[in-house]
């Protein structure tokens, strides 16, 4: 079993910036790779941003440029930096870790409130 604990959600206004955190209980060294999905009212669970255990990342065209994930390998963290926030922005956001080559499993975590309002 994996837990991933996210942190960092919040209140900010339009422009503004958060760092979410994802920390996980397992070496994510281990994982194939691992991602923030955010899901909006109303709508479907999207992928925001994922990076593999290689170092290469993947990202939502809707926030290129603006939001960057890294990984601290060291720590079991990985990070989510939104930059220049939208109120489109707003979503419940999950951390994602793709463990299925050592565990044969997709886990998740609880999620963390992103609220961008002036």
């Known amino acids: 079993q994996v837990q991933l604990v996210e942190s960092g959600g919040g209140l900010v206004q339009p422009g503004g910036s958060l760092r979410l955190s994802c920390v996980a209980s397992?070496?994510?060294?281990?994982?194939?790779?691992m991602g923030w999905y955010r899901r909006a009212p109303g709508k479907e669970r999207e992928l925001v941003a994922a990076?593999?255990?290689?170092?290469?990342?993947n990202y939502a065209d809707s926030v290129k440029g603006r939001f960057t994930i890294s990984r601290d390998n060291a720590k079991n963290t990985v990070y989510l930096q939104m930059n220049s926030l939208k109120p489109e922005d707003t979503a419940v956001y999950y951390c994602?870790?793709?463990?299925?080559?050592?565990?044969?499993?997709?886990?998740w975590g609880k999620g963390t409130l992103v609220t961008v309002s002036s």
């Open positions: 994602n870790g793709d463990y299925r080559l050592i565990y044969g499993m997709v886990y």
């Open positions: 397992r070496s994510i060294f281990s994982s194939n790779a």
């Open positions: 990076i593999t255990s290689g170092g290469s990342t």
